[in-house]
């Protein structure tokens, strides 16, 4: 069936408004609504012996993945490799027994990622993966199948797919916390509750459209723009750049707060405006540090925080942009929607095909 864009402009923006509800959807079916537990689909091996997690994705996948690494460490105590599908196999990487590798792909069909998947079935690897396709090639090839509930993406740049991988990524880790004995039941069932939050928390944060809609025109001159976050907000950082330079063709980076003093603060001046992707919480201070060295160098600070960072930081910056308070683990889907948004509406203003942008394909198969 033909899928329709309703009164939306552009399939990404229905996309990124869809969010609520299709996290809601893949929630569904992860949690236990009423016993406040995770619920993962039967599995055929040992998921309380997995040593180390080895997560191969691409594109926004891959900073799905960067978020979950964050998320297994610091919940199940599980280490965690990540690298870009078309990096992995060609360094040998080491792939010990008892191993799961975790392949992250809306498609199901990305080339790199499905050979990094016949490569780690082939070393006696664990395959789980999350695809938004049930019927893709990766699903059918995986011991543990996650699907996501987005629905058909058509928008070239992900949107959905991301935070709906996310919800997964994370009952995933607050599960193999459990079964690792990292976390008690209460703990598990406090995290489902900040999970079952996430939806009216993306609703929350799609509140600001139109706040983001009127501060792209500050973006859209820009030949570069700098995204910064600590982190969880570091792989946000860098989807966000990466949304940007996807859809509106200006060059972006996306930098680890700290790591900006090691290089990018040479490209600071007016000219560069530098997102700065900070949730208040201990990793603040450290940020608001960064922003001053980005200031006093004459650089343009858009803060993305809560109400207590802008209330804290916001003074002096060109633009804020308010999201909800969240607990940490459900911040990474709420900051998606504000990076999402300012690329999609930098886009427009620059008038670019936001659905189809030039020499990008929805699905890459080939290597
Ligand atoms: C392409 C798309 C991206 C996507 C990436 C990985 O580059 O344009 O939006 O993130 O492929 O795709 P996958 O289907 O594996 O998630």
């Given at each position: 069936a033909q899928i329709e864009k309703g009164n939306y402009r552009h399939y990404m923006q229905k996309e990124i408004f869809e969010q609520p509800t299709v996290v809601a959807q893949t929630l569904s079916s992860y949690i236990r609504p009423v016993e406040q537990t995770v619920a993962l689909p039967q599995m055929d091996f040992d998921l309380a012996g997995v040593k180390r997690i080895t997560i191969v994705a691409c594109g926004t996948s891959y900073y799905a993945g960067m978020v979950a690494k964050y998320w297994f460490e610091t919940f199940a105590r599980v280490?965690?490799?990540?690298?870009?599908?078309?990096?992995?196999?060609?360094?040998?990487?080491?792939?010990?027994?008892?191993?799961?590798?975790?392949?992250?792909?809306?498609?199901?069909?990305?080339?790199d990622t499905l050979a990094a998947l016949r490569h780690c079935k082939e070393n006696g690897q664990t395959i789980a993966v999350v695809v938004n396709v049930?019927?893709?090639?990766?699903?059918?090839?995986a011991d543990l199948l996650l699907p996501t509930h987005a629905g058909p993406e058509i928008g070239v740049a992900s949107t959905k797919a991301f935070t709906c991988q996310l919800a997964v990524l994370a009952a995933l880790a607050a599960h193999l916390a459990l079964v690792k004995g990292k976390l008690t039941a209460e703990e598990e069932r406090e995290i489902v509750r900040h999970l079952i939050e996430a939806p009216a928390a993306l609703n929350a944060a799609l509140a600001h459209d139109d706040d983001i809609a009127a501060m792209a025109h500050l973006i859209a001159p820009a030949r570069d723009v700098l995204y910064l976050g600590r982190g969880p907000d570091y792989p946000l950082a860098m989807e966000g750049a990466l949304k940007l330079k996807e859809i509106s063709y200006i060059h972006a980076e996306g930098y680890a707060s700290g790591e900006m003093k090691h290089g990018p603060i040479a490209l600071i001046d007016e000219a560069v405006p530098v997102i700065v992707l900070a949730p208040s919480g201990p990793l603040f201070e450290k940020t608001v540090s960064n922003m001053q060295?980005?200031?006093?160098?004459?650089?343009?600070?858009?803060?993305?925080?809560?109400?207590?960072?802008?209330?804290?930081?916001?003074?002096?910056?060109?633009?804020?942009?308010?999201?909800p308070s969240v607990h940490p683990l459900i911040a990474p889907l709420v900051y998606a929607v504000p990076v999402q948004l300012l690329a999609y509406h930098v886009a427009c203003a620059k008038g670019t095909d936001v659905d189809q942008p030039r020499n990008l394909a929805k699905s890459v198969t080939v290597e």
């Open positions: 280490p965690v490799d990540i690298d870009v599908a078309s990096e992995f196999r060609y360094r040998d990487p080491v792939l010990e027994e008892g191993g799961l590798a975790l392949f992250i792909s809306q498609s199901g069909e990305t080339a049930p019927t893709s090639s990766m699903a059918r090839e060295e980005v200031r006093a160098r004459g650089g343009k600070v858009v803060l993305i925080s809560d109400a207590e960072g802008i209330a804290e930081a916001g003074e002096g910056c060109l633009a804020t942009i308010e999201m």
